[in-house]
T-cell receptor, first 116, second 113 residues
Framework: GAGVSQTPSNKVTEKGKYVELRCDPI?????LYWYRQSLGQGPEFLIY????????DSGLPNDRFFAVRPEGSVSTLKIQRTERGDSAMYLC??????????????FGPGTRLTVL | GNSVTQMEGPVTLSEEAFLTINCTYT??????LFWYVQYPGEGLQLLLK?????DKGSNKGFEATYRKETTSFHLEKGSVQVSDSAVYFC????????????FGAGTRLFVKA
């Protein structure tokens, strides 16, 4: 079956612009995660959704970052007033929703964001 | 706060050599522990996991045992293949509140034929 997909695969923007990154989870997965990964580092947790609600958004770095999942499937990560330091690979993962401690997270290929 | 420390790479081995990648953690409560792998040009995928102390996770010839007394979850494989060349990430999720997965920095493995 189809895995997690993310669009676009690459996004180049200018400092100060607004960007949206999209994640399509595996069908039927109720849990969805966003991560940010800088070169040479492990993924850094941003936010976790269970259904439509953000169960844990403690990883969002500041109020320029916001994520939604209005119908409990597709999610959009929104970044306002982008800064050069936001340049990274943004990863999305989904899981069946039995519980993060035991679930297998399935990762998408990522969106590489470059802020000039 | 919770954290994961894994050995720095790159690790370069010859085919059929024994592999150990060290991982230690700091966490409150009883976290679940994971190893993820990223093959060249592919996305992250779960390799194995252990959810309680003394559990052993295993997959594709890789093993890791959850050692609470040493707060470790070292990854081992008895005989590596060229196809095992990848970046390996150790990770944890605490069970004491929140759903944040904490990843280590990753260890790159090169296996030479």
């Amino acid at each position: 079956g189809a895995g997690v997909s993310q669009t676009p695969s690459n996004k180049v923007t200018e400092k100060g612009k607004y960007v949206e990154l999209r994640c399509d989870p595996i069908s039927g997965h109720t849990a969805l995660y966003w991560y940010r990964q800088s070169l040479g580092q492990g993924p850094e947790f941003l936010i976790y959704f269970q259904g439509t609600g953000a169960a844990d958004d403690s990883g969002l770095p500041n109020d320029r970052f916001f994520a939604v999942r209005p119908e409990g499937s597709v999610s959009t990560l929104k970044i306002q007033r982008t800064e050069r330091g936001d340049s990274a690979m943004y990863l999305c993962a989904s899981s069946s929703g039995q519980g993060p401690s035991t679930d297998t997270q399935y990762f998408g290929p990522g969106t590489r964001l470059t802020v000039l | 706060g919770n954290s994961v420390t894994q050995m720095e790479g790159p690790v370069t081995l010859s085919e059929e050599a024994f592999l150990t990648i060290n991982c230690t953690y700091t966490a409150t409560g009883y976290p679940s522990l994971f190893w993820y792998v990223q093959y060249p040009g592919e996305g992250l995928q779960l390799l194995l996991k252990a959810t309680k102390a003394d559990d052993k996770g295993s997959n594709k010839g890789f093993e890791a045992t959850y050692r609470k007394e040493t707060t470790s979850f070292h990854l081992e494989k008895g005989s590596v293949q060229v196809s095992d060349s990848a970046v390996y990430f150790c990770a944890l999720i605490s069970n004491t509140g929140g759903f944040k997965t904490i990843f280590g920095a990753g260890t790159r493995l090169f296996v030479k034929a």
